[in-house]
């Protein structure tokens, strides 16, 4: 029986893999076929050439790839299943002792190494060439102005004994203008106020410089709080906790961001006063999207089943593009309402998992029945 299983998995688990490559493959095509359309117009009109269109296209890929792996997935598997059970190489093995459950356990074992893969690439892969692509597209084919990857206006700071706000602020120059600084003391109360026309940091000795600096005291008496002197100085070092590089906050797409940057944009947001709540909603969705992966086996057993009694080849594919994009919309769905604020983050991200992994096992016991 032992000996039986494994070359059954085998067996099955080559044909998945099989049908899974070929299904990747054909879903790759089809959407950098539709890419290279919608751009080519754009590369001939700014004479980029055909070129950094095709490098653009290469940098693509691991953004379908990581997207469209469970998708191809959940076709290979309907697909693998359903022409077994359409030469009655289901009831074969059924009869010989192997149910559906063991059937399955090699399927679930692919699709959690596919899992894996499919985070690794997400979150190790796809920021870095989605980021080369966004670059060829925009400066290259469509001859636009690089995006400014940092928030650089109107900026809020919040550090533990102080609050900055900065109206504008120049990377390159490494200066800030117009800064209010409040100063606070341990108990939280307002101690000093700073009004700085222009602040500089002098990146070798780690200092800051204030020009046109007004300031202004209080003291906490009586249960108030109250005005206790005016100083105006044309320049004075401001000591800061803080480097210039700490009041960068990225300002990329949370796809086109590693979960470690992730979690230190959110961090940063927090401080500077910025909304983080779509991040948070990306932080939650990098780590279930893997899930998938497992959840589009799942469904798919099941559904193949129904192939041997109608339906065939094209009737399978039909359910997997059906469940596979329904999927996806109530997963976006779910998503959106997490980015505002009428779900939690990981509410918003989990949700879809549980509604369709709950369809899953209910299907799969069905089945069985």
């Not at 709950?358 to 069905?366: E, K, N, P, Q, T």
Request: glycine letters at 6%; charged letters at 20%; proline letters at 3%.
């Amino acid at each position: 029986m032992f000996v039986c299983m494994r070359i059954c998995s085998r067996y099955l688990l080559q044909e998945m893999l099989g049908l899974f490559f070929l299904s990747l493959l054909a879903l790759l095509s089809i959407y950098l076929l539709v890419d290279f359309f919608s751009k080519v117009d754009n590369a001939l009109e700014n004479q980029a050439g055909i070129f950094p269109l095709l490098l653009f296209l290469l940098n693509q890929i691991p953004f379908i790839v990581g997207k469209f792996i469970p998708l191809a997935l959940l076709l290979a598997t309907m697909l693998a299943l359903g022409g077994m059970a359409q030469h009655n190489e289901i009831v074969a093995l059924q009869a010989g002792g192997i149910g559906m459950a063991r059937l399955t356990a090699p399927l679930a074992a692919a699709g959690l190494v596919l899992a894996l893969l499919t985070f690794f690439i997400n979150d190790h892969v796809v920021p870095v060439t989605s980021l080369q692509a966004d670059y060829l597209e925009t400066v290259v084919i469509k001859g636009k102005k690089e995006k400014n990857l940092y928030n650089l206006k109107s900026l809020w700071y919040v550090s533990k004994s102080a609050i900055y706000y900065f109206e504008g602020l120049d990377p390159e120059k490494r200066t800030i203008e117009r800064a209010l600084l409040y100063n606070f003391s341990e108990d939280r109360r307002l101690r000093r106020r700073l009004d700085i026309e222009k602040l500089s940091y002098h990146e070798t000795e780690h200092r800051w410089v204030g020009e046109l600096v007004f300031i202004r005291d209080f003291y906490f008496r009586d249960g108030f709080t109250d005005f206790a002197g005016f100083e105006r100085a044309d320049n004075l070092e401001i000591v800061l906790s803080e480097s210039f590089a700490d009041f960068m906050v990225p300002r990329k797409e949370p796809d086109r961001m590693s979960l470690s940057e992730l979690s230190r944009y959110v961090s940063k947001a927090k401080n500077a006063g910025l909304a983080y709540m779509e991040y948070t909603v990306e932080i939650y969705n990098r780590i279930f999207y893997p899930v998938s992966c497992l959840l589009m086996v799942l469904l798919a057993v099941p559904f193949s089943l129904a192939s041997r009694r109608h339906g065939g080849a094209a009737r399978g594919i039909a359910i997997s593009l059906g469940l596979g994009f329904s999927f996806w919309i109530t997963l976006s769905l779910s998503l959106a309402l997490g980015q505002g604020r009428l779900l939690s983050p990981l509410s918003a991200a989990a949700l879809p998992y549980l509604v369709y992994g709950l369809f899953a096992l209910f299907m799969f016991r069905r089945s069985l029945a």
